[in-house]
């Protein structure tokens, strides 16, 4: 018989969507990024995705994709985006973006790189092509040093929620050959994911 894994990952539905909407607000009022008792609009247009510790039957780690028309997302709303990038986004067939965010997870869990492959993967499954973000300057480096030259800024960087933000964009079709090519690594964590179950239930 085969162990157990630490964690699973997968699309939160049901409690345990309450659970990751919890914990989201939980870490982001913690770093002042949220008010105790402030209303987050995406909550209901948002899939979220966990890390859960099977042992302690506990969410972990958190992000979600938000589906809202385009310049009803938080990065368009509140953010200056390049004309360029404006055009080009506007393209977009409207089932083909969503918005990445609520990115968190408790501290002594490495589950961030996991969390990302599983929205990737949804993401292949139901044919969304590209992210759309808006996140600080911490994560924006690690996003950036993980996806290369595909992980793109497209607008002003201002002070949001607290600290410096930055607008970007993940385009995955023009991603996937320079993955392949130049980070193969993260190809192969990306693309060939054995577990492909993307439900969380009880």
Not at 127 to 148: A, P, Q, S
Not at 187 to 196: G, K, P, R
Request: contains cysteine; aromatic residues 14%.
């Amino acid at each position: 018989m085969q162990p157990v894994k630490k964690y699973y990952y997968g699309q939160a539905i049901s409690q345990f969507r309450e659970e990751a909407i919890q914990l989201h607000r939980k870490r982001y009022s913690e770093v002042g990024f949220l008010l105790e008792d402030e209303q987050d609009p995406y909550e209901s247009d948002s899939l979220y995705f966990v890390a859960k510790d099977q042992e302690k039957n506990e969410i972990v780690g958190v992000t979600r994709l938000i589906f809202k028309p385009l310049l009803e997302l938080a990065t368009l709303e509140h953010f200056t985006i390049y004309d360029l990038d404006i055009k080009k986004l506007q393209k977009l067939d409207k089932n083909s973006y969503a918005e990445v965010s609520a990115f968190t997870k408790m501290p002594q869990h490495e589950v961030g790189m996991d969390i990302i492959r599983t929205v990737f993967q949804y993401s292949l499954h139901h044919g969304i092509t590209h992210w759309i973000c808006c996140i600080d300057e911490r994560v924006y480096k690690y996003l950036n040093r993980v996806f290369g030259p595909a992980f793109k800024i497209i607008g002003e960087p201002q002070v949001y929620l607290g600290s410096v933000t930055i607008p970007c964009i993940l385009d995955i079709p023009a991603g996937t050959p320079i993955f392949k090519s130049t980070k193969p690594k993260l190809y192969e964590f990306l693309f060939n994911y054995e577990n492909q179950i993307l439900e969380v239930s009880k």
